[in-house]
């Protein structure tokens, strides 16, 4: 049930999808992994929006090079826990909720553990070997997977539902090269939003989510565009293995560069 604090804090949203939205959004457990660029935003996003539990896992400490975008972070957190600058302003900017934090490196090790009964996942890092492990834990969970990348002016996203849609290995079978990309805030903040905006409408049960579509966002041009893609039936995530890259849409090494096919 909800409390008059909370129908009082949610009030207008809850013009939109009532008590019975509000309800649904205060049993959810989503788990963000990364409190970093992407992490900030869908965090935040999700804790003003009443999402009763989030579990966010990030093991770095907070660097002067992170403050361009990584709005979970001030001045005075440099040289702190990620997690624990995150627990304390997501607590801050909505006491009603219950945050999660833990300080660790998700790997093939803890992954499931940690992700545990979470309803969905955020894909909020920074590196492919990560995101496809988490792609594997949603497609094990059956649960969603809510993917973003940036890099510079240009960013990505999509849903993945197990079972219904392309998962993230059929969408980009190989991962692009590792390297120290460049990144302005406006664009993980533009990016973790829509992350936030399709977890909010999954909860919820209303609107069309970014299933089997990739959503490309140029910011130079202040350009969207969509690509469709589609299940990889030898895709070793969520088919029978192994992946065949001819039957893949796009390149993952190119999207993120705001390069088009």
Known sequence: MLSKRERERYKRQMMLFGDEGQERLKKANIFIAGAGGLGSPVSLYLAVAGVGTLTVVDKDVVELTNLNRQILHYDRDIGRKKTASAEEKLHAINPDITVKVIDTTI???????????????????????????????????????FHGAIRGFYGQATTIIPGETACLRCIFPSAPPKEVFPVVGVTPGFIGMIQVNEVLKYLLGSGALLANRLLIWDGMTAHAEEISVVRNPACISCGAGPASKKTTAINAKKIPTGKKK
């Not at 009964?117 to 792609?135: F, H, K, Q, W």
């Open 107 to 145: 790997d093939e090790s803890n992954a499931a553990q940690l992700v545990g009964r979470a309803d969905g996942i955020v894909d909020a890092m920074d590196n492919y070997p990560t995101r496809y492990l988490l792609n594997d834990i949603a497609q094990k969970k059956k649960i969603p997977l």
